[in-house]
């Protein structure tokens, strides 16, 4: 096959790391004609780009391809990216993202070209401004017209796009998006040596959360329920994997309720280092409002990690109350926790619940498995039994 990826950004996230992974399969397992392009990798984020050309990929940059929108430079890369599909001439363009999936999907249409979009999150969801959410409702029910074949990484993905009119039911497939798994079963070094490096005792039980410390990750919620979970059981740790514009703002916070020396902040970290962090909690939590279906919830189960989430998006779809984990309801404090409270005074139900899901998940969410499934969809656009863009 001879396939075009875009996406907005190549920043270190989930979207981005999971199409960088189905880019490399297909070039170095199946042998593809496989063309990635994307915009500068700006941002504290950090970035994927080296990854990719250090891999031997086919990487392509629109200097104009930016997360915020801005018509003229929207436009230069519209018009960018038709000049770079004239001259791949790929058989399939696959888009990722939101702004990615409206520009990539419109040039698309103009060349009649087959797509597929993947849906890593709703483009329209909670905490966005009315008009904004309005206005991306639109553009997807526009680009929808123009889309041979949705991929959702959840099922919730794929009942939100369906009731808001997007696209019928049988335009869409899940797949599960995957991830190298080997290094969350078998991490290279111990936790209980990360640990030491982290300032981490013995005796800590450690709660950690994977995530930018951006708005709608929830983390406004975190600092209020470790008070409640801090005060009935001293012997737990926050350690947090990320970094971002909130952080100066979240240690003020701490520091003023005297919580500083409960939470470790291990800052932005290559994405090889998050197995050996997660390897080294006891607890995984997840408090974002708003995700497609985080990749740190099958992460931490396939480290064998009980998982603590709010019930949102796709969450419910990996964690499967008194099975794998906890569910409560979206921004509350007291459910969470209370959740956390009963994991961190049970070792024998953190072990039972994070092996479960380690038995459930391990081979569902490999990414080879991933990349298996897409070419699959790609095989049933191209053959013609999916075709349903409009023909002039």
Known sequence: MNIVHYITRLIVGGAQENTLLTVEDQHHLFGDKVTLITGPGLGPEGSLEERARSGGLDLRLIGASRRA?????????????????????????????????????????????????????????????????????????????????????????????????????????????????????????????????????????????????????????????????????PQVRFLLVGDGILRSQIEEQLTSLGLRDHFVFAGLVPPGKVPELIQAMDIVVHTSVWEGLARVLPQGLIA?????????????????????????????????????????????????????GRERFTDQFRHQTMTERIRE??????????RLLPRR
């Open 69 to 233: 929108i801005h018509p003229w430079h929207d436009w230069r890369t519209y018009r960018e990216l038709l000049g770079l599909l004239r001259e791949i001439k790929p058989d399939l363009l696959h888009t990722h993202s939101s702004k990615a999936g409206i520009i990539g999907r419109a040039a698309a249409a103009q060349l009649r070209l087959p797509c597929v979009h993947t849906i890593h999150g709703a483009a329209f969801h909670y905490g966005q401004h009315p008009l904004a959410f309005g206005l991306y409702q639109r553009l997807e029910r526009w680009a929808g017209k123009r889309t041979d074949k949705f991929i959702s990484v959840c099922d919730a993905m794929t009942d939100q796009y369906v009731a808001a009119g997007v696209a019928p039911r049988d335009r869409f497939v899940t797949v599960y998006s995957g991830f190298d798994v080997e290094p969350f079963l078998s991490p290279p070094r111990s936790p209980e040596q990360v640990r030491t490096e982290l300032g981490l005792k013995p005796e800590h039980v450690v709660i950690g959360k994977v995530a930018r410390l951006f708005p709608l990750k929830g983390h406004e919620f975190i600092v209020p329920a470790a008070k409640a979970v801090i005060e009935k059981c």
């Open 304 to 356: 064998g990690k009980p998982v603590v989430s709010y019930d949102i998006d796709g969450a419910k779809e990996v964690v499967i109350p008194g099975q794998t984990g906890y569910l409560v309801p979206p921004r509350s404090i007291d459910e969470l926790s209370a959740a956390l409270c009963e994991l961190a005074g049970d070792a024998s139900l953190r072990q039972r619940l994070g092996q479960a």
């Open 377 to 386: 969809v790609y095989a049933s656009v191209l053959n013609g039994r999916e």
